[in-house]
């Protein structure tokens, strides 16, 4: 990988890193006034017959914070390769990731022969 190549994906990772805080700023909020709104209502929102419960959308809003707080661990796990110059390099056969697979998925570990080998777990 060059440095133009280098510099690319420093920006593809920066924005996307920027944009997904922005999200997990929202979904914080969100959160927060779910907490408000069920600290003000009755314990007994399951028999609601205008929507869905306080309960699911908890569940819901909490599920999509997770996993945004999981893609950003992924984000700067791949920051911090390109850092170390080890950004791009398969992590099962030490080969590069093809540059097309990085900018559809640039924070990948693995290239696509690796992805796709069954592992010892059935995976």
């Given amino acids: 990988m ?33 907490r408000e709104a069920r600290s003000d209502t009755p314990a007994d929102d399951e028999h609601d017959p205008e929507g869905s419960t306080l309960s699911t959308e908890w569940s819901r809003a909490e599920g999509l914070h997770v996993g945004a707080q999981r893609e950003l661990a992924e984000i700067d796990a791949a920051i911090v390769r390109l850092g170390a110059g080890e950004y791009g390099v398969c992590a099962g056969c030490q080969l590069p990731i093809p540059l097309d697979r ?14 796709s080998a069954p592992t010892v777990n059935g995976r």
Avoid at 102 to 115: D, E, F, K, M, S
């Fill in 102 to 115: 990085l900018r559809v998925r640039p924070t990948a570990t693995l290239c696509v022969a690796c992805a």
């Fill in 2 to 34: 060059d440095a133009t190549d280098q510099r690319e994906f420093a920006m593809l990772l920066h924005a996307q890193r920027d944009a997904l805080l922005d999200g997990i700023g929202a979904s914080e909020r969100l959160l927060e006034s779910i």
